[in-house]
């Protein structure tokens, strides 16, 4: 793992060598306890900001997914590619390198896709973790989520113009960020190109190939204290899945929280309001 500085006000940027080159971004670099965060779909590390001053008391790690901001692309062999495995395989090659001892209590905490992939790497290994926590996404999503998602990724990525052009969709999609944030999300999700249009880095293909999840059957088996959040105006989680989930879980607890999906971009605030008292009983911040 390589680690490059930044200003005060800039978190740390972390790599992880590999196939592909993995980037994450951290905070609080001395906090008691790490959270890893996973983003979803269509979205990169840099979507956790809001989310950062509300959890200062622990170290945050926030994971660029392969073929997300600043991280590498998935090349297009068997083993390769963008399905649950290979995002598995991915944590499994960064959560040990993160880990700053070998008794540091780390819980993972992954938002829509990276919900569903922390499912997974919690029920395959709950000896690496203290908590997980999974916010708003159904552990079976309808298969409308990922057909319309496929869909997206087979259309040609769009051009924008300027800077304030990729400013405002950002804003369309997500209303009610901050403008230091909307910065920072252009910067983290798009480059432009020597004729000075922005193109998202997003790899089309983590669309395009979107795969079908059913964590369900491996519920019962993540013996780790779990909480499950969904946003009370969520279009994405469904509340009978969310109850589903919270009673499968052998250690689960279930919170909703106002707002619609994007609640760690959107309502920061109340999210860490039910997120920060599980870290604290798991992760023992002070």
Known sequence: MQTTRGLATEPQHLWFEGDPRLHAVEWNPDGRGTVLLLHGANQHARYWDALVPYLDRYRLVALDARGHGLSGRAGTGHEQGYGAEQYVADLERVLPAIRRSPDEPIAVAGHSTGSLVAMIFAARHPESLRAAVF?????????????????????????????????????????????????????????????????????PRTLAEFPQFDNTPLLPGIGLPALVIRGRDSTVSSEKAARDAVRALPRGEGAVVPGGHQLHAQEPEGLAAVLEPFLQRHLGAE
């Open 135 to 203: 916010i708003d996404i159904d552990p079976r999503p309808p298969e409308r989520q990922r057909a319309r998602l496929q869909d997206a990724g087979r259309r040609p990525a769009r051009r924008f113009a300027s800077r304030e052009e990729v400013a405002s969709a950002i804003v369309r999609l997500t209303p009610g960020l901050a403008p230091t944030m909307v910065k920072t999300l252009v910067d983290a999700g798009y480059e432009r190109d020597e004729g000075g249009s922005y193109w998202p880095r997003l790899d």
